[in-house]
């Protein structure tokens, strides 16, 4: 059994590394650079935690639910003129919980490794940076972009595929998908950019069109950011690694041959001034 002086010492050693959030309005781009980074030996990179928006919810009512039950106890002695008062717990106290927790699942992954770097990744963390900023002040976040068109048409063929109805019920044409779509995938960007401006050394945006173009650059920067070895056979063999276990199938442009006047004339709408930014072509 693990002594839980055993347990911090693990979590303190474990806090001491690089360790770098993989996010993203895209899932195709961050999958491919998470096992690239996992290739490398000097880093651990094996899977997302979901813990924005899984996690620490659950966590968050429990305590909450708690205090809740603790404040009707206290308020029962006191009424009774017994000593007694409410044990609940502060927002510190809760943060301190969620950073704990991320820290045990993040160290079973070790497996008894010591890497110099840990990567998580789960592309829905780009909406809760504030929150993760807030429990893992340590943390460097790594930013994967894509062409929001390309993406939309990407998400719609997989919706489609899944859905047993539900989906094109509530989208019944591409275009109000679009719309929809355009409007999440602004705000994705628009949080992980924010972030960048507050914490220029603690983020790094790349774009998923480069890694099919330019593949050696793009993990290169990667690893920089990770501070650690980037010669050029680890380079080689990160992205092989990444190409054998998921292969980016990307049609760069694929949107134009699917967008409909509508569905242009929305995306333009709610994404168009972004798509400028981002250097895409308009």
Not at 181 to 190: D, K, L, M, N, Y
Not at 235 to 252: G, Q
Request: charged letters at 25%.
């Amino acid at each position: 059994m693990t002594t839980f002086a055993a347990s911090q010492d693990r979590l303190r050693n474990l806090f001491s590394k690089r360790l770098v959030l993989i996010v993203g309005a895209t899932r195709w781009g961050t999958a491919w650079v998470q096992h690239a980074m996992d290739a490398h030996p000097d880093i651990c990179a094996k899977g997302e935690g979901h813990f924005t928006d899984v996690l620490f919810p659950k966590i968050a009512k429990a305590f909450d639910d708690y205090n809740t039950e603790s404040e009707k106890i206290g308020n029962r002695l006191q009424l009774a003129g017994l000593p007694g008062n409410a044990a609940g717990y502060t927002f510190d106290d809760v943060d301190h919980m969620l950073k704990t927790a991320i820290g045990l699942a993040l160290d079973r992954w070790l497996d008894g490794r010591n890497p110099l770097c840990v990567v998580e990744k789960t592309p829905e963390h780009v909406l809760s940076l504030e929150l993760l900023d807030r429990v893992l002040p340590e943390a460097h976040i790594l930013h994967v972009v894509r062409d929001g068109r390309d993406e939309a048409v990407s998400a719609w063929e997989f919706n489609l595929g899944i859905s047993r109805g539900d989906f094109p019920r509530q989208y019944p044409s591409f275009a109000s998908f679009v719309e929809t779509f355009a409007q999440a995938w602004g705000r994705s960007i628009g949080n992980a950019r924010r972030f960048g401006r507050r914490n220029p050394g603690r983020y790094l945006e790349i774009r998923c069109e480069d890694i099919t173009t330019s593949t050696s650059r793009v993990v290169s920067e990667v690893l920089n950011f990770a501070t650690v070895s980037t010669s050029a056979e680890i380079v080689r063999t990160c992205a092989d690694a990444a190409w054998d276990v998921s292969p980016l199938d990307l049609e760069h442009g694929i949107w134009k041959s699917t967008f409909d006047d509508e569905a242009h004339r929305l995306f333009k709408r709610h994404g168009g001034e972004l798509l400028k930014l981002l250097n895409y072509e308009n």
